[in-house]
């Protein structure tokens, strides 16, 4: 099939809408975000279009930093797969992210995708960093934990002993020093916990530390935590409590892939889901 790509219009979302509402079990994020995506001054969205102009596949370019690019959201209609419109709107990405002084795009793909995997290789990504995605629930039946173990806010005075604990710690080092906001990652940087802790959002207990997302929602998640191999079964008690405290329904993890880390999320209750993550220099 013949295509060109080109950035995508306000008047291509119905288009596209018809064709990735349903791309997973639980459906697709691209409807929701689509049109925020398009408003966006540094993001680029990029769609494969056919003889008549109608797009076939669509991507999503941001910057994440003044040298950083992340790619998210690459859907090829069902009928056109594996025609390399992947590639050349991955390629349309990072040209556009070069041009803007990145100098590294990322993305990430589930470890189960194991055809997006080999996309993404096949043209140069190569894999530096392994996560595990985990949905920790208090439930009923949680046990209560002394006060003294909670997560409670931290003061700016606490994060360079915050940094320190992270930094030297395994966690940094398997997640390649990145940290995670949602679904994109980038690297962390110190005035990442400086902002957080202005915030109180910025946590600490004994058994480790973390930034605290989605504060209000019933849903918390945490991108950037660190805690060690001996401690981490009771930060995985302080993170329930912290669920609990807060009248959420649950408290998503976010953390480098680690086995004791795997382990601990594991016995807390929470199903870890693998997801890699790509980069390219550019």
Known sequence: M????RPARQEDIPTIVSWTTNTFEWGD??????????????????????????????????????VEAWLEGARVHPEHRRSGMGSAMNQAGTIWAR??????ARLATEKTNTAARGQVEAIGYRHISTWAVATLQPGPHRAEIDDDRRLRASHKADVDSAWMSWSV????????????HGWRWRNTRYEDLLEAAANLQLLQCPSGWLILEQPGEDVIRTGWSTTTPDEGPLFAEALLDLAAGR???S??????SV?????TLTRAGGT???TYIYALSL
């Open 169 to 180: 710690g395994d966690l940094a080092g398997a997640g390649k020093e990145l940290i995670s």
């Open 247 to 249: 009248g959420a329904e």
């Open 99 to 104: 041009e803007r002084g990145a100098r590294v």
């Open 29 to 66: 994020y691209i409807p929701e975000r689509l049109p925020g995506w398009l408003e966006d001054p540094d993001s680029l969205v990029v769609v494969c279009v056919d003889e008549d102009d109608r797009p076939v596949a669509v991507s999503h370019t941001t910057m994440l930093s003044p």
């Open 2 to 5: 013949t295509f060109q790509v």
């Open 251 to 256: 408290i998503r993890v976010f953390v480098p």
């Open 272 to 274: 870890p889901r693998e």
């Open 259 to 263: 086995p004791w880390m795997v382990e």
